[in-house]
């Protein structure tokens, strides 16, 4: 079983930059896809990013592409959401997760999750 732990979040202006990390332990992270997700209050979570177990593939919400880039350090056993030019439609609580086999964009594919890191972007 995998334990993640996301961290990163924060308050910031619109059009800055924030980059999440998810620490990973009990298990090595290379052999699981990583996604994160994002929940505004009131809303039901949404896929944002993914990649897949060795980086040859990333997967982007329409809503981050170009924006947000999500980056792996396997030896570190960890997963970044570097998000660039914020929005106030960024503003929620982010989740990174971890799933066998191939990137997915659904919430219920993903087998564990890190307890979230709230981003909030003012105007």
């Known amino acids: 079983q995998v334990l993640l732990v996301d961290s990163g979040g924060g308050l910031v202006q619109a059009g800055n930059s924030l980059r999440l990390s998810c620490a990973a332990s009990?298990?090595?992270?290379?052999?699981?896809?990583m996604g994160w997700f994002r929940q505004a209050p009131g809303k039901e979570r949404e896929f944002a990013a993914a990649i897949n177990r060795i980086s040859a593939i990333t997967r982007y919400a329409d809503s981050v592409k170009g924006r947000f880039t999500i980056s792996r350090d396997n030896a570190k056993n960890t997963v970044y959401l570097q998000m660039n030019i914020l929005k106030p439609e960024d503003t929620g609580v982010y989740y990174c997760?971890?799933?066998?086999?191939?990137?997915?964009?659904?919430?219920?594919?993903?087998?564990?999750w890190g307890q979230g890191t709230q981003v909030t972007v003012s105007s």
């Open positions: 009990g298990r090595t992270l290379s052999t699981y896809s």
């Open positions: 997760a971890a799933r066998s086999g191939n990137t997915r964009l659904e919430v219920s594919e993903y087998d564990y």
